[in-house]
């Protein structure tokens, strides 16, 4: 079975660009998980959706952050418009149930570079 | 709130030594659920192992093993006489049952490296 996919893998930006990350979950996963990972805060949660709808985005750091699932079977992060201090790698999770009785199953992430 | 400390930051070894991995939680939950993850340098994270609070049992998976105790709240995870492809960022996470399907709160993690 095909894991999560991610895409890009990396993207290099300008300041002020707007920037869209990919994810498409395992299929028959119901919940989907954006999260954020820097050397400073580590892995943070930003927003996680259940049966395609936003269930917490308390995590989203901005307004400049939004996250949308159109359908099951994808996602989207969008950064409008981007800084440098975004930069980080992104990383889409899908899990078949609540986290804590099902594994996350993470992707290989996107690596956000903003000059 | 919930935290997770993996006090070791970078830890390295030679082949074929044992090591351990520290973790210590807070939570204010009775019932909550421990996670080690790893990931290697090719970025993606991989799921270990789940335990939860009412489970002390010790696991072992082939060289892979993990110590659970309450009393400490510690999840401590060792790696029998490691090997170079154990090198990785390992990570511990946490999620209390009372959370729902909130995402996990996870500690900042542990870089091994085993040289060969």
């Known amino acids: 079975d095909a894991g999560v996919i991610q895409s890009p893998r990396h993207e290099v930006t300008e300041m002020g660009q707007e920037v869209t990350l990919r994810c498409k979950p395992i299929?028959?996963?119901?919940?989907l998980f954006w999260y954020r990972q820097t050397m400073m805060r580590g892995l943070e949660l930003l927003i996680y959706?259940?049966?395609?709808?936003?269930?917490?985005d308390s995590g989203m750091p901005e307004d400049r952050f939004s996250a949308k699932m159109p359908n099951a079977s994808f996602s989207t992060l969008k950064i409008q418009p981007s800084e440098p201090r975004d930069s980080a790698v992104y990383f889409c999770?899908?899990?078949?149930?609540?986290?804590?009785?099902?594994?996350?199953?993470f992707g290989n992430g996107t690596r956000l570079t903003v000059t | 709130a919930q935290k997770v400390t993996q006090a070791q930051t970078e830890i390295s070894v030679v082949e074929k030594e044992d090591v351990t991995l520290d973790c210590v939680y807070e939570?204010?939950?009775?019932?909550?659920?421990l996670f080690w993850y790893k990931q290697p340098p090719s970025g993606e994270l991989v799921f270990l192992i789940r335990?939860?609070?009412?489970?002390?049992q010790n696991e072992i998976s082939g060289r892979y093993s993990w110590n659970f105790q309450k009393s400490t709240s510690s999840f401590n995870f060792t790696i029998t006489a490691s090997q170079v492809v154990d090198s990785a960022v390992y990570f511990c996470?946490?999620?209390?049952?009372?959370?729902?399907?909130?995402?996990?709160?996870f500690g900042k993690g542990t870089h091994l490296i085993i040289q060969p």
């Open positions: 999770a899908s899990s078949s149930g609540v986290a804590y009785n099902s594994p996350l199953h």
């Open positions: 299929s028959g996963h119901d919940y």
């Open positions: 959706f259940n049966n395609n709808v936003p269930i917490d």
């Open positions: 939570t204010r939950d009775t019932t909550y659920y």
């Open positions: 335990r939860n609070s009412f489970d002390e």
């Open positions: 996470a946490l999620i209390a049952e009372r959370g729902g399907a909130d995402g996990l709160t």
